[in-house]
């Protein structure tokens, strides 16, 4: 290799260095501002091909059970774990060697981070973008942030996103006023909520909204206490 080739190759190497840098560093500062402030939009919101509705509330204004259904349906481990359930994704690799689609494992975390970020698919890259972005969201945000960022992007619907959306939407009311069944019914929406109506359950679904008060039941009441107060 030339002199002439080894410089471009180190000028480019470096180039791409500072720009990876800086971008992080842009990053950071977006992940710490939004600490603190409601998302404006995200990227889910921005790809959606309907019209977008949502509304954002503090997780303080909720009902205990209406996260505690998100974490009984989505994501049980969500107070123990760094934002990355690696247990789970040893899993979902094994099913994936095994010929299944690449799917589950994802916490509450890397849905977040995805939601807010991130593009729909089910790609290594993304996975490790997402995954990547879930752990510098437990560093900068905490648990309690995620959760009540979450709960106000996720999708409940056709260009519904957010629980106060989903619940004027389904039931005509705030979801401060939502009851232990109606929070179970909005969290098995997941993760096919463009096809699926809370008020129009399939057998599956009822069986799945009763899996979802089970798990509440045996999570307990007071279960996200220590990461919300």
């Known amino acids: 290799m030339?002199?002439?080739q080894r410089s471009w190759l180190g000028w480019t190497g470096l180039v791409i260095w500072r720009f990876l840098l800086c971008f992080c560093l842009i990053l950071m500062i977006l992940l710490s501002v939004l600490r603190f402030i409601p998302p404006p939009t995200s990227a889910f919101m921005l790809q959606s091909p309907y019209?977008?509705?949502?509304?954002?509330?503090?997780?303080?204004?909720?009902?205990?059970?209406?996260p505690l259904a998100m974490v009984a349906s989505e994501d049980q481990r969500f107070p123990q774990h760094w934002g990355v359930d690696f247990a789970a994704i040893s899993q979902a690799l094994q099913q994936f060697d095994n010929g299944g689609g690449l799917r589950g494992a994802s916490t509450l975390s890397q849905q977040t981070a995805k939601n807010l970020l991130l593009w729909p698919g089910q790609s290594f890259?993304?996975?490790?973008?997402?995954?990547?972005?879930a752990l510098s969201l437990e560093v900068i945000w905490g648990k309690k942030r995620i959760l009540e960022v979450y709960l106000n992007l996720a999708e409940f619907g056709q260009g519904i996103y957010g629980v106060e959306a989903a619940s004027q939407h389904y039931f005509a009311k705030s979801a401060r006023y939502l009851t232990v069944n109606e929070a179970a019914r909005l969290a098995v929406l997941l993760p096919s909520p463009r096809s699926r109506d809370p008020r129009q359950l399939t057998p599956y679904l009822r069986q799945r909204v009763a899996w979802v008060e089970r798990q509440m039941r045996q999570l307990g009441s007071s279960y996200l206490n220590p990461i919300l107060h």
């Open 2 to 4: 030339s002199q002439h």
């Open 51 to 66: 019209p977008v509705t949502q509304y954002w509330i503090d997780i303080a204004e909720l009902p205990a059970h209406v």
């Open 125 to 133: 890259l993304r996975k490790g973008i997402e995954a990547g972005l």
